[in-house]
């Protein structure tokens, strides 16, 4: 796929992402729009291919969500985002209605991405947490849409070191007519339909369009923001004033805003759930002790 493509449909976009992974994704495209030989590298724009496959704890499902999040893959990749959310949903609602789980946790490593899909994903886990324990353990970036994701878990860990926050939603455009001028690139744009080519990257944006797209930007942030404060059991008011306005929060910090409920590892938080395979001669000796009281 031509990088100008793929640059203009990521331009367009609604994106619920840490700034910085967004504005890295959006240079590295841009540098390469007009290079055609770099044509084949769009997979660059996804370190991490980590795919959520859910592995069993005894009663406990261990889910990862590694990743760039996308509904599904990016055009004319053969392969998708780090967490491709139609597919992880498919993969709670099993584990939510499979009888032997008797807990989901979530593994979460996510800047988050694209606003598309995330609603989706994000109802699944507050259904499924209404039927069984989820846990959401941030391990160690929960993200903006990662975030959104994570609000609708019955509990929310964060690891010592780790990050939740950024929430906001934002479309980045860039105007790159100059850098095609000065490359003696001419491009026409032809179409039918009046808004048909609005919000291409080779000019800058008419006031009509910025306002059109600012009203996307603000109806989702508003699903954002009213899922957060559902999940978190808060109102609105709280999540805009209290959790960061598009600030990301350590550990610390997000466990006094309210933003998680406990502070713990992965094995931390898988101890709590798994129970133990053996037992010690201390457990057994105290376990009998106990047996021979309650006969007297």
């Known amino acids: 796929m031509p990088f100008g493509y793929l640059l203009s449909w990521v331009a367009n976009q609604l994106w619920a992402m840490e700034p910085e992974k967004?504005?890295?994704?959006?240079?590295?495209?841009?540098?390469?729009?007009?290079?055609?030989?770099?044509?084949?590298?769009?997979?660059?724009?996804h370190p991490s291919r980590e795919r959520s496959v859910a592995r069993a704890e005894g009663?406990?499902?261990l889910i990862p969500m590694f990743g760039v999040m996308g509904q599904r893959r990016l055009p004319g990749e053969s392969t998708g985002p780090g967490v491709q959310t139609e597919a992880l949903g498919r993969i709670i609602d099993d584990k939510a209605a499979d009888n032997r789980v008797k807990t989901i946790i979530l593994q979460i490593d996510s800047p988050g991405g694209t606003v598309e899909g995330t609603a989706?994903?994000?109802?699944?886990?507050?259904?499924?947490?209404?039927?069984?324990?989820?846990?959401?353990?941030?391990?160690?970036?929960?993200?903006?849409?990662?975030?959104?994701v994570a609000s609708q878990a019955s509990e929310i860990a964060i690891t010592p070191g780790g990050q939740v926050g950024s929430i906001g939603v934002?479309?980045?455009?860039?105007?790159?007519?100059?850098?095609l001028e000065q490359e003696g690139i001419k491009v026409e744009m032809l179409s039918a339909g009046k808004y048909k080519?609005?919000?291409?990257?080779f000019g800058a944006l008419s006031d009509e369009t910025r306002e059109h797209f600012q009203d996307q930007i603000n109806d989702a942030y508003r699903d954002f923001v009213g899922a957060v404060a559902s999940g978190r059991g808060v109102s609105t008011g709280v999540v805009e004033e209290s959790y960061g306005q598009g600030r990301v929060f350590l550990a610390k910090q997000a466990l006094k805003a309210g933003m998680v409920d406990r502070i713990a590892t992965l094995d931390q938080t898988l101890a709590r759930f798994v129970a133990p395979q053996t037992v010690t001669t201390q457990q057994r000796r105290a376990r009998a002790a106990q047996a021979i009281a309650r006969t007297k």
């Open 22 to 45: 967004a504005d890295e994704i959006l240079s590295f495209l841009l540098s390469r729009a007009t290079d055609p030989a770099n044509s084949k590298q769009a997979a660059k724009i």
């Open 59 to 61: 009663k406990v499902t």
């Open 120 to 148: 989706e994903l994000a109802a699944k886990v507050a259904a499924a947490s209404d039927r069984k324990p989820v846990i959401a353990q941030v391990d160690s970036l929960a993200a903006s849409a990662a975030y959104w």
């Open 170 to 179: 934002r479309m980045m455009h860039q105007d790159i007519s100059g850098q």
């Open 197 to 201: 080519t609005e919000g291409h990257p």
